[in-house]
């Protein structure tokens, strides 16, 4: 008997439908072996077969561990509950972008230590630039030079004891410039403008985006 090719491809969607929860749990037990996770969402339409043809917004959640290895959530809304669920009994670093939904993943569980994300703070001084030039200009230098130390100990090739080096000596006193002239601008900046906003993030999440320094 020869199979169509529509059967052939219904019977491999089944088989993968079983075994979707075992792979899954593989992936997600493979990423929380690694000492730090990086975790991001975007948004992204969904053709729902129940409310056709409605168009719903879902969130596309990425997970990221020190090998390179990926694992991928979707939920319906934006909060706590994927990061939860997926985290749970995970131990080590996580790098997200200081979005509310996280919140109650350090609160619950205080094994997972939060890192900020730098790019994120970066480009809120960039999109503030054309209106705030000379103190935007100011931050987005000094930030640059702490890129510039990580992608010399990339070149480099350092390992994680000689990185942390690297960030003590030379990145902790441009954080410290930093987060000196933050404070000194914030007198005189609007907390809603763009320069204000800018500040306003950098400072409230500021242990977040230091923690990097702490390791390699």
């Known amino acids: 008997m020869q199979l169509t090719r529509r059967t052939l491809s219904e019977w491999n969607g089944a088989v993968a439908d079983l075994l979707e929860p075992i792979v899954r ?3 997600r037990e493979q990423l929380c072996r690694s000492p730090w996770i990086q975790c991001d969402d975007t948004t992204l339409d969904v053709q729902d077969p129940s409310r056709a043809p409605e168009i719903r917004t879902g969130h596309l959640w990425v997970y990221r561990g020190k090998l390179g290895d990926v ?8 909060n706590r509950d994927g990061p939860l669920k997926m985290l749970a009994g995970y131990r080590g670093y996580l790098q997200v972008d200081a979005a509310p939904a996280y919140d109650d993943v350090f609160i619950q569980y205080p094994g997972i230590i939060e890192v900020g994300c730098m790019a994120h703070a970066r480009r809120y001084f960039k999109e503030a630039l054309p209106t ?4 935007c200009a100011q931050a987005l230098a000094l930030i640059k030079q702490l890129y510039g130390i990580e992608r010399a100990a990339s070149d480099q090739r350092l390992d994680a004891p000689a990185r942390q080096r690297a960030r003590q000596e030379q990145a902790r006193p441009i954080l410290e410039r930093l987060h000196a002239y933050l404070q000194d601008q914030r007198a005189a900046a609007l907390p809603k403008s ?12 500021w242990v977040a985006l230091t923690r990097y320094a702490e390791d390699g």
């Open 132 to 135: 705030a030039a000379v103190p």
């Open 25 to 27: 749990a593989m992936h």
């Open 194 to 205: 763009p320069l204000g906003a800018a500040i306003g993030y950098a400072l409230r999440n």
């Open 71 to 78: 694992v991928y959530d979707f939920t319906w809304s934006r």
